[in-house]
């Protein structure tokens, strides 16, 4: 479980995160939806540690970000795997080495080990032909499986994805939102997504925190969200007409 209290990040003077609290639960895949700008990405690489928020908690299963030693913070990473928007992946190395990487640089597997957990990840993933293929061999969707078993490879208690499924079709998107909550599931994992694809609030909002502006303006679950009156959500929710059809057809039931 991640709980985050009244965490504040400004750049230049300018205030991105307002003050944000909540929970991300262990098991769940926890989405942070909110538009373009709306400080997703800041609140998600503030939990990753790249941004230093001034003032407000992270605390990560009882332990206080601020408050750890820089060894304690170094395991802590190691137990973080993440997602980045667009992939990247190294696209002079294979897909195999790509997902061996993780395992190279923090742990002390000998190469066996590391093959074996290689494999492991890849068959879970679905990927198990592609371990000697380029990334740029391989289509956009095969790249984020590559992203998510790279990852995975460490074991994380902790999955972050930033839009791990922008630029996909909608088949391909949902196949790799259900990908990310099957294994969130199954190695019970704290998951948080960000995301503002409406498909991938009704297929995997377990917990859905909605920013605006760098304030938390609403919270709930993928019913919840089609039922709420919340003004700047159902703004959000209208902007598809899809999802417009959608909430009238969940409030007519
Ligand atoms: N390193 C930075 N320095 C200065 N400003 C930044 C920095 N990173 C983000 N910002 C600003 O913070 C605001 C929120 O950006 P953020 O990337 O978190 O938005 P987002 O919700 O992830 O948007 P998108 O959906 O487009 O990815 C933006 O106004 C952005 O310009
Ligand atoms: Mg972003």
Redesign the pocket.
């Known amino acids: 479980m991640i709980e985050i209290k009244n965490i504040e990040k400004s750049f230049n003077g300018n205030k991105i995160l307002k003050g944000i609290s909540t929970v991300f639960e262990t098991g769940k895949t926890n989405l942070i939806i909110g538009q373009s700008g709306s400080g997703?990405?800041v609140l998600l690489k503030s939990l990753l540690g790249i941004h230093t928020p001034e003032s407000g908690q992270i605390c990560f299963d009882g332990r206080v970000y601020s408050e750890l030693e820089d060894d304690e913070k170094r395991e802590l990473r190691t137990e973080i795997g993440m997602v980045f928007?667009g992939s990247a992946l190294f696209d002079s190395m294979t897909v195999a080495e790509n997902v061996a990487f993780p395992l190279k640089m923090f742990t002390r597997d000998n190469r066996a080990a590391v093959k074996e957990r290689v494999d492991f990840v890849l068959e879970r993933v679905a990927l198990k032909d592609a371990h000697d293929k380029l990334p740029s061999e391989i289509s956009g969707g095969m790249q984020k499986r590559v992203a998510i078993a790279r990852a995975i490879v460490n074991k994380p208690k902790y999955l972050f994805c930033?839009?791990p499924n922008s630029g996909l079709d909608p088949n391909t998107a949902t196949l790799i939102d259900n990908l990310i909550k099957e294994i969130t599931e199954e190695y019970d994992i704290t998951t948080v997504i960000?995301t503002h694809d409406m498909n991938s609030v009704m297929e995997i909002g377990d917990n859905i925190l909605f920013l605006k502006n760098g304030i938390k303006a609403w919270q709930g679950n993928k019913d919840e969200i089609f039922k709420t009156d919340n003004e700047d959500v159902v703004a959000f929710v209208y902007s598809s007409n899809l999802f417009r059809k959608v909430r009238e057809a969940y409030l007519r039931e």
Do not use: I
Request: proline share 0%; glycine share 0%.
């Open positions: 997703k990405t928007q930033d839009e960000n």
